[in-house]
């Protein structure tokens, strides 16, 4: 059962990031999918049963949960890719990117699960994705492909 709501939410957050018109639309609408489990009661009450001790202390659980976060993060990385090769982000790094964009919501997720984040769903999200999307459209800061080297 589990693994079907993996697949269902995987296969709903590409839907949702596939219905913008551009990349940056597709990052703030995997954002705005990812982050809204925290406040729909119905998802909301299946991370919190995810996050309990028993769940979180089962053997095999940390490798399957980075099977799964690599799992929702692969619409984000289709979104960066296409923001990258059409200019509209041109600070991209897909793989880097989805994992702190992802790790940035999953932070905020486990707080309000926990009850330590009472902020309204509408701050949060336009929060984070002005976060995220400053650095991704501003104005090219390493044009090498490689990223920044070290010095």
């Given at each position: 059962a589990?693994?079907?709501?993996?697949?269902?939410?995987?296969?709903t957050a590409?839907?949702?990031?596939t219905?913008t018109?551009?990349?940056?639309?597709a990052?703030?609408a995997?954002i705005?999918h990812?982050l809204s489990?925290?406040w729909q009661e119905?998802?909301f009450?299946?991370?919190l049963?995810?996050m309990?001790a028993?769940?979180t202390g089962?053997?095999g659980?940390?490798a399957?949960?980075e099977?799964?976060?690599a799992?929702?993060r692969?619409?984000?990385?289709?979104?960066?890719?296409a923001?990258?090769?059409d200019?509209t982000?041109?600070n991209a790094r897909?793989?880097?990117?989805?994992?702190?964009?992802?790790?940035?919501?999953?932070?905020?997720?486990?707080?309000?699960?926990?009850?330590?984040?009472n902020?309204d769903?509408?701050?949060v999200?336009?929060?984070?994705?002005?976060?995220?999307?400053?650095?991704?459209?501003a104005?090219?800061?390493?044009?090498d492909?490689?990223?920044?080297a070290?010095?």
């Amino acid at each position: 059962a589990r693994e079907s709501q993996n697949i269902t939410s995987v296969a709903t957050a590409a839907k949702s990031t596939t219905a913008t018109d551009t990349p940056a639309g597709a990052v703030a609408a995997w954002i705005e999918h990812y982050l809204s489990i925290g406040w729909q009661e119905a998802r909301f009450r299946d991370a919190l049963a995810f996050m309990s001790a028993e769940v979180t202390g089962a053997p095999g659980i940390a490798a399957a949960l980075e099977v799964t976060y690599a799992r929702h993060r692969e619409p984000l990385i289709d979104a960066l890719v296409a923001g990258l090769a059409d200019g509209t982000l041109p600070n991209a790094r897909p793989e880097l990117d989805s994992f702190a964009i992802h790790a940035v919501t999953v932070r905020h997720l486990e707080a309000r699960i926990r009850g330590r984040l009472n902020t309204d769903f509408r701050e949060v999200r336009d929060q984070v994705v002005a976060l995220m999307l400053t650095g991704l459209t501003a104005p090219t800061v390493h044009p090498d492909p490689a990223g920044i080297a070290a010095g």
